[in-house]
């Protein structure tokens, strides 16, 4: 068999060019062929002009407005692909009629132009309108010398501005139509002038929902702008095709295109993106359980409390988001400064109200910002025309505590008087007085106080604009360790429709800035609604909690306590009947409700376990959580400073589903009733017990239990609703119905009721009228017992005068108790206030205590605590200083004072005798002890709080302690920083 000989290399070289040249020429006659069709759809270069909104404008590279929307509609239809390219009117119309563009966009027909340009119709008029503040309202405007006397605005050289200045009207010039609009919103003109759609578009997307439109500008030949598309003369078939493309878009579409961008931005008004969470995100949701949510309560109008409840544009969007995601939501209102430590100690999980800044990464996540509001400058000072923060330097400027722009003014204003407020009422209320002379804050929120408080002659002299600072954007804080829920609520923020959107912000931040009132008329009911009702012979059967006064109860059979006078309103208004289906305790009740023996419960809380067999209305209720303990119990900042110890709630009860969910290390221990669970905390069976403080204030009265108080707070209210049977819809629409009919004076109301109920004791007279019987019969047994009655009376007004002693007076060391103290605290505070006195307090705890408990018995820490209160009352004996006990070892001083360093070197003379002084034992052994003491001292304003500086003082107590104890730290009052920046001095 022959072999075969190799091939040369240049025979093989050749053969692999030819192979690749073959695949080449494949390849290329494949791809011209797959463009064949694209050839069918020429690119036609248009000219549109640059940020002209919501017109034409860019996102990013992406063309986007209600003219690039119109534009593609042509295309679509004659089947062209516009490339848009971007520019001011006189470089594109330039390039357009040097030929470098083959059409170009919202050109007018002028006579002209029509001698080198083809016009399309018009496919949108822009008509040039006025538009007005609706808090400060403007006669209608028929003629220009209508607006004489009115500050009108008007972008600088726009082509009308002649009319209205040939007609004497003054006006105001800015260099865009974004600034006239917010020179609107500010209250420096009463008038803007400008076209109708993009004033509209400006100020939704600046949330100035207060501003409307009043008419159309009384102009003749310049009342509307005509929108074409162009081509030049010379390029008829172009022209042909793109009217023919415009002839094809159906006038609805141009209509439902306009009003997406004259009121949703450019969204679709009706639907939004359906939130499409994954599995894990549904998984994680379900084992999340109760999520609290921390709102500011004097944020009006985006949160604050109302009748009893939180309210405003913040809580409607997390509402919304609440429904979106099936998130079980528990809100917990406080101040800002309140709700911050919160959030960093996981008592709250989620921030609202809440701008991004870098360092609030490190303790929460961020979502996308819901709305963001300009930061002004509030003045009543008519010479003040404001630049920048140069012409602050010489006023007093009042701002929020711990807003996120403060560290940079006080840079920046170090020579001015910068005062915080911790809340918004009273920075403003120092602006009416006069104690500030500027007041930097939100635009809205602002305006809401000026209105409430009704301080005339404020105006708005400028805006805060800093680097980086463009305005206060409001998003949801969510803490670290639920950063997924993060991602969610970002998912759903996306997922509210523009409509929704208008609808909350047009409620918050609408004409009168304030919500609608509801009105107590007769409620009206659907034709569907009425047959139910009748079907039932207008009667609704409900199950209550027979126990939990003074929110509801039962006595004699019959139904009680606040949730009764609740229903006895719902019933006048409605037309209704409540029967009640009698149960002996809560837990039958439940079993009641789950069975479908009853329809509703007229008070209860949402819970995920109770949301499988109810429904619940929108809460009418809000009431306190609090934590009781015993006397001597110390207070308590957070809930797990109770683990390892048992703590009482009655079975059945909200938070006993809510508490085993969010807090599984705390040992929880059921009762039937709130009386057994405050029997065994008196007996010591329990250390702490968790209830409202309305019924915890109603039962500890009843009961005579002189021995328990409040040693701290459930961070999350009981947030009470009506809770209906879930196979009965209906019932819920018309539940809803009644709970949104109470006014905010009637929900006022019904919080009032509650925190002033009072127990009377009723006195039984029989004896008193078998007395009286014998008296009748004898008339010198009258006189001896007129006698009689007569010691008695001294006696009982010296018993009396023992007893109001008594009650404010701790039976133990002698001092106040903690009712002296909340009847003498704020009283010295505003003593202090109006004399222009300084203001000190101490908090004073022994060292160790459990300790000498532990090693010598409470009868031996009982002495101890007697003699520290001795030497208390004698270095403390002026006419204005007050000594408390606050609780277990902790006692209080606060006093006047004029010199700083004598009210120091007073308590470190205490503070020094403690330490030398053994105090005797009943086993005639002594003990040492020591004492720290954290001191809050100064000058009060009224910005300031008397709650603020019993704060600052806890805080020194704190670093004394953590410093070595047997010492004395001192906090200036007014100062803002934590205990690690405070003053120490050396004890």
């Not at 912000?505 to 609408?510: F, M």
């Not at 403080?693 to 009506?722: F, H, N």
């Not at 029989?766 to 009655?789: C, D, E, P």
């Not at 004073?844 to 010598?856: E, P, R, T, Y």
Request: hydrophobic share 40%; glycine share 8%; aromatic share 10%.
């Amino acid at each position: 068999m022959q072999s075969r000989l190799p091939q040369p290399p240049q025979r093989k070289f050749c053969a692999a060019w030819l192979t690749l040249a073959t695949l080449t020429i494949a390849v290329l006659t494949f791809a011209a062929r797959a463009e064949e069709p694209e050839s069918l759809s020429p690119v036609v270069t248009i000219g549109v002009v640059a940020d002209n909104e919501p017109y034409t404008f860019f996102e990013g590279r992406n063309p986007a407005g209600f003219s690039i929307d119109v534009l593609r509609e042509v295309a679509s239809n004659s089947n062209l692909i516009f490339d848009f390219r971007a520019g001011s009117w006189p470089d594109i119309y330039a390039a357009f009629l040097r030929g470098d563009l083959d059409a170009i966009d919202g050109i007018s027909w002028r006579p002209d132009r029509a001698e080198k340009v083809l016009f399309s119709e018009p496919y949108h008029y822009r008509e040039i309108y006025l538009m007005h503040d609706s808090a400060r309202p403007t006669p209608t405007i028929e003629a220009l010398d209508d607006l004489q006397g009115l500050r009108v605005g008007m972008v600088e050289d726009i082509f009308y501005r002649s009319e209205f200045a040939d007609a004497g009207i003054s006006l105001t010039t800015y260099d865009s139509l974004t600034s006239v609009v917010r020179a609107l919103a500010f209250g420096w003109i009463d008038i803007a002038v400008g076209p109708k759609l993009t004033m509209e578009y400006l100020a939704n997307q600046a949330g100035f929902r207060f501003l409307e439109l009043l008419g159309p500008a009384p102009l003749q030949q310049y009342s509307g702008e005509d929108f074409r598309i162009g081509v030049l003369t010379d390029n008829l078939n172009l022209f042909n095709q793109i009217q023919a493309g415009l002839n094809a878009v159906p006038e609805e579409k141009l209509q439902h295109l306009l009003q997406r961008w004259q009121e949703f931005g450019g969204l679709t008004g009706s639907t939004g993106t359906e939130l499409a969470l994954s599995s894990q995100q549904r998984q994680y949701l379900a084992s999340l359980g109760p999520v609290r949510i921390g709102f500011m309560d004097d944020y009006a109008p985006f949160s604050f409390t109302d009748g009893g409840r939180i309210r405003g544009l913040s809580v409607d969007i997390m509402n919304r988001l609440v429904d979106l995601t099936g998130l079980q939501a528990i809100p917990v209102s406080g101040q800002w400064d309140e709700l911050i430590p919160m959030l960093k100690n996981g008592d709250i999980d989620v921030m609202a109200n809440m701008s991004h800044r870098p360092e609030r990464e490190s303790f929460a996540h961020f979502t996308s910002p819901y709305h963001i509001i300009p930061n002004v400058i509030f003045t009543r000072d008519e010479s003040l025309n404001y630049q920048n923060l140069e012409d602050l330097k010489h006023y007093r400027v009042g701002l929020g505590a711990g807003i996120y722009y403060e560290e940079t003014l006080r840079q920046l204003l170090s020579n001015g008087t910068l005062l915080s407020f911790h809340s918004q009422q009273p920075m403003f209320q120092a602006l009416a007085s006069g104690d500030v002379d500027v007041v930097i804050g939100a635009l809205h929120s602002g305006n809401y106080w000026i209105r409430q408080l009704g301080i005339s002659g404020t105006r708005i002299a400028g805006e805060l604009q800093l680097p980086g600072f463009s305005g206060e954007d409001l998003r949801f804080g969510v803490r670290p360790a639920l950063a997924p829920l993060a991602d969610i609520l970002n998912q759903a923020l996306t997922s509210i429709t523009p409509t929704e959107q208008q609808v909350i912000e047009t409620r918050w931040l609408g004409a009168s800035n304030q919500p609608s009132l509801n009105t107590a008329e007769l409620v009206h009911w659907t034709d569907t609604e009425s047959l139910w009702l009748e079907q039932r012979n207008r009667e609704i059967r409900i199950c209550a909690d027979p126990d939990w006064m003074p929110l509801e109860g039962v006595r004699d059979g019959k139904h009680t306590g606040l949730a009764a006078e609740v229903l006895e309103l719902f019933s006048q208004r409605g037309n209704l009947r409540f029967r009640l289906v009698p149960t002996s305790n809560w837990q039958e009740a439940i079993a009641a409700a789950k069975d479908r023996r009853c329809d509703m419960f007229p008070m209860a809380m949402r819970t995920p376990e109770r949301s499988v067999y109810l429904d619940f209305t929108s809460p009418y209720l809000e009431v306190p959580n609090v934590v009781i303990g015993r006397i001597e119990a110390p207070f308590i900042q957070r809930l797990n400073e109770l683990e390892g110890g048992r703590v009482g709630i009655v079975e059945g009860y909200a938070f006993a589903e809510l508490l085993r969910k969010r807090n599984p290390s705390l040992q929880l221990v059921t009762v039937e009733s709130e009386q057994e669970g405050l029997r065994k905390l008196q007996n010591r069976e329990l250390i702490g017990y968790v209830t409202t403080l309305a019924t915890a204030s109603y039962y500890m009265q009843s009961m005579g239990l002189a021995d328990l108080k409040v040693i701290g707070r459930v961070p999350a209210d009981w947030s009470l609703a009506i809770g209906t049977r879930n196979d009965e819809p209906t019932l819920h629409g018309i539940m809803q119905k009644l709970v949104l009919s109470l006014t905010p004076a009637e929900r006022t109301e019904l919080e009032s009721t509650w925190r002033n109920l009072r127990i009377e004791e009723r006195v039984d007279y029989t004896r008193f009228w078998q007395i009286l019987s014998l008296g009748l019969l004898a008339t010198a047994l009258l006189v001896y017992w007129n006698r009689k009655l007569g010691r008695l009376n001294r006696e009982l007004a010296e018993a009396n005068t023992a007893l109001s002693r008594l009650s404010v007076t701790d039976n133990l060391t002698g001092l106040g108790n903690r009712t002296y103290f909340d009847r003498e605290f704020s009283n010295s505070f505003q003593w202090c206030l109006r004399h222009q006195t300084g203001f000190a307090v101490a908090m004073v705890d022994a060292d160790h205590f459990k300790k000498i408990n532990d090693n010598w018995g409470h009868e031996a820490g009982d002495r101890c605590l007697e003699s520290l209160a001795n030497t208390m009352r004698e270095h403390f004996r002026r006419d204005t200083d007050r000594l408390a006990r606050f609780g277990g070892e902790e006692f209080v001083i606060f006093a006047s004072y004029q010199d700083a360093d004598d009210i120091k070197a007073r308590l470190n003379r205490f503070r020094e005798e403690v330490a030398t002084r053994r105090c005797d034992t009943c086993k005639d052994k002594g003990i040492d002890l020591t004492v720290s003491i954290g001191l809050a001292l100064g000058f009060p304003t009224p910005e300031h709080t008397s709650a603020e500086y019993l704060r600052l003082a806890d805080q020194a107590l704190y670093t004394a302690k953590r410093n070595g104890r047997n010492r004395l730290e001192v906090i200036p009052a007014g100062q803002t920083s934590g205990p690690d920046e405070a003053e120490h001095p050396k004890a």
